[in-house]
């Protein structure tokens, strides 16, 4: 296993078009998280799945975000009608679904989002 | 909503010297965990605090968390140039961790 993969790592669009991007966790890992940290901030939470169940979006998410996890493994978080704010890192975690590393967070290096 | 709380936000230290960065809650947390994230990198977990008090040390880094489990500090010993980064804590009450801003090291040779 070579921990958790994100892709694309850098993402430059003009603002208003739609982004995506995708998440693969550590494979036994049955929680996942989606966090966005911009410049001189620590990682902001965005939402959580548990296996392909979301059970908690952050309030300061927007409507033009959506993130699915179709079948318990990879993740996908979608942007629509990208705003200059969105500019940030998207970083994507999982973790173990009980015992003492159930919130230990396995981060991936990121997707960077540029909008223009 | 659980707020936590990091100073300094910048730390320049010189190498040999120690320094102490510190973590407050605006509620009592179920455990805490410290993440230290490179320059250009992603945050990597080093450690996580459960109880009241706790005391845990890692090589020249020794971290506590406090008897009211709301505040927490990392003091590091003889600071290396390997030491340089930000160091985050993170509180946890069930599965969600909240992000302190980080305290940013830097190591003056």
């Known amino acids: 296993d070579t921990g958790v993969s994100q892709d694309p790592r850098h993402k430059i669009t003009k603002r208003g078009q739609n982004v995506t991007f995708r998440c693969d966790p550590i494979?036994?890992?049955?929680?996942l998280y989606w966090y966005r940290q911009t410049l001189g901030q620590g990682p902001e939470f965005l939402t959580y799945f548990q296996n392909e169940a979301q059970l908690e979006k952050s309030r300061l998410l927007s409507d033009r975000f959506s993130a699915e996890r179709p079948k318990g493994s990879f993740s996908t978080l979608e942007i629509q009608r990208t705003e200059q704010g969105d500019s940030a890192m998207y970083l994507c975690?999982?973790?173990?679904?009980?015992?003492?590393?159930?919130?230990?967070?396995?981060f991936g290096a990121g997707s960077r989002l540029t909008v223009l | 909503g659980q707020q936590v709380m990091q100073i300094p936000q910048y730390q320049h230290v010189q190498e040999g010297e120690d320094f102490t960065t510190y973590c407050n809650s605006s509620?009592?947390?179920?455990?805490i965990q410290w993440y230290k994230q490179r320059p250009g990198g992603h945050p990597v977990f080093l450690i996580q605090l459960v109880k009241s008090g706790e005391v845990k040390k890692q090589k020249r880094l020794t971290f506590q968390f406090g008897e009211a489990k709301k505040n927490s500090s990392l003091h590091i010993t003889a600071t290396q140039t390997t030491d340089v980064g930000t160091y985050f804590c993170a509180g946890t009450n069930d599965y969600k961790l909240s992000f302190g801003a980080g305290t940013t090291v830097t190591v003056r040779a």
């Open positions: 494979s036994e890992h049955n929680r």
């Open positions: 509620t009592t947390l179920s455990n």
């Open positions: 975690a999982s973790s173990l679904p009980g015992g003492p590393g159930a919130n230990v967070l396995t």
